[in-house]
């Protein structure tokens, strides 16, 4: 095997699978353990117990997302005797060594609070004149870091990777002060990338809000009246000029016929299921399957899916509605295709309604409670919606539909942030881009 020749300030150096790779030349190939400053340590084998502020945090495998910052949901405590020996501090780098999170780490920082680990989660403490913290933690979500952990996986009953294996990990190391600048700018992406993800939360909640109020109270009244849903506990006060329409009066209603045909991973027409249907009111193309133009146009002969109309998924996740856009679509079973008679409503105001809290709790309280959640047709056509007319309804529409294009904005823009740190790591990370120092 010929082996090229590296550049100029380069070297090869033999590393993952005997492979060869070329890295600036003051850089090092070593094994994780040799820049630790003690052995590794597995967590505290004791139950947690329930979250209490005054008690450190007990971190599990279950409690790491995926980028590695702990959720916010559910966490748990530990008792402050069974937490002594198991206290984090600032530096430590944990990775999760069993289970479907196995590989997964996290890096303690004081702003989480006072922290303790568990059992599932092996500690690693850096010599931090040789190690960088924040270098190892992005190390750990890198290709290579993948690659390696996906060859050397002891698959069983389930996957496990334990300390001796984590220990002899090769890593590819700069200077100190070389890991130190690549792990600032990283962090500085994942600060504008929190940053975004604040904005659109906030907007989320803002417009969470703006729906209720416009749904109900519309734009400018002073006069309202008492309005039942035949929802139970569901009474509302909405303007003197609304009316109330049962759906089947506004909207034709298709059931979906059972799909029988085979669906593939690749295809012609996408299938839309209630996977794909999104609380945000548009179609999730990112994970669908797909069907033959010839099944798509037997299928067209009972439920021929239009730019403009409406879906409603009535199982599980239940109630959720979606514009159909200009693609052509099949609809899986298990989703109704509705037709807005648009000179009583508009399909996005309906869109916005039936994912309001008061559409789903409608959807929610009209179902039926078995084995799944599920609306059966004759209670769709019952579903009862406040009704302002067109020209408030274009109003309406309007001003949520300009906080969902500054939500869609943040979104595009969080996805060019997180598309070039992924670049960026594997480029800083390999030594492919120099930073100065």
């Known amino acids: 095997m010929q082996i090229q020749k590296p550049k100029q300030g380069y070297k090869l150096i033999k590393f993952l699978f005997g492979n060869y790779e070329e890295i600036p030349e003051e850089w090092e190939r070593v094994k994780l353990i040799e820049r630790c400053s003690k052995k590794p340590e597995y967590g505290a084998l004791v139950s947690a117990i329930e979250k209490n502020p005054k008690l450190p945090r007990y971190i599990r495998i279950t409690d790491l997302n995926e980028d590695g910052s702990l959720r916010d949901e559910e966490w748990k405590s530990i008792s402050t005797d069974d937490a002594k020996n198991y206290l984090l501090n600032e530096g430590d780098v944990l990775f999760a060594r069993t289970g479907a999170t196995v590989g997964k780490t996290y890096l303690y920082e004081k702003k989480d609070g006072l922290c303790a680990f568990a059992g599932y989660m092996i500690r690693f403490i850096p010599k931090s004149t040789q190690l960088d913290p924040k270098f190892l933690f992005y190390y750990a979500h890198s290709a290579l870091y993948w690659r390696w952990l996906k060859s050397i996986q002891t698959w069983g009953v389930q996957p496990n990777v334990n300390a001796e294996q984590y220990s002899n990990m090769l890593i590819l190391l700069p200077l100190i002060k070389e890991q130190q600048k690549i792990a600032l700018i990283l962090s500085n992406i994942d600060s504008l990338i929190q940053q975004t993800e604040t904005e659109i939360e906030q907007t989320q909640r803002l417009k969470k809000g703006l729906m209720k109020k416009l749904l109900t109270k519309g734009v400018g ?134 994912n309001s809290d008061i559409g789903r709790m409608q959807s929610s309280s009209l179902s039926v409670k078995t084995t799944v959640e599920r609306v059966n047709i004759h209670e769709i056509r019952q579903f009862r919606i406040p009704l302002p007319p067109i020209i408030e309804q274009k109003q309406i529409v309007m001003i949520l539909s300009e906080i969902d294009s500054k939500i869609q904005t943040s979104q595009d823009y969080r996805h060019t942030l997180k598309t070039l740190k992924k670049g960026l790591m594997q480029k800083l990370l390999t030594g492919q881009i120099r930073v100065k120092i």
């Open 221 to 354: 009244h002073v006069k309202f009246k008492e309005t039942n849903l035949k929802v139970k506990f569901l009474k509302l006060s909405i303007p003197e000029s609304w009316k109330v329409e049962s759906l089947a009066n506004i909207s034709k209603i298709i059931d979906t016929p059972h799909y029988t045909s085979p669906l593939f991973d690749e295809g012609i027409v996408p299938v839309i299921t209630t996977a794909n249907c999104n609380i945000t009111g548009k179609i999730d193309y990112s994970k669908v399957d797909y069907t033959s133009y010839e099944e798509y146009l037997q299928r067209t002969k009972t439920i021929n899916p239009l730019e403009g109309d409406v879906l409603f998924t009535r199982e599980a996740p239940l109630g959720i509605a979606v514009l159909v856009d200009k693609r052509e679509i099949s609809v899986g079973q298990r989703i109704i295709l509705l037709k807005t008679d648009e000179t009583k409503i508009l399909n996005m105001f309906l869109v916005y309604f039936l």
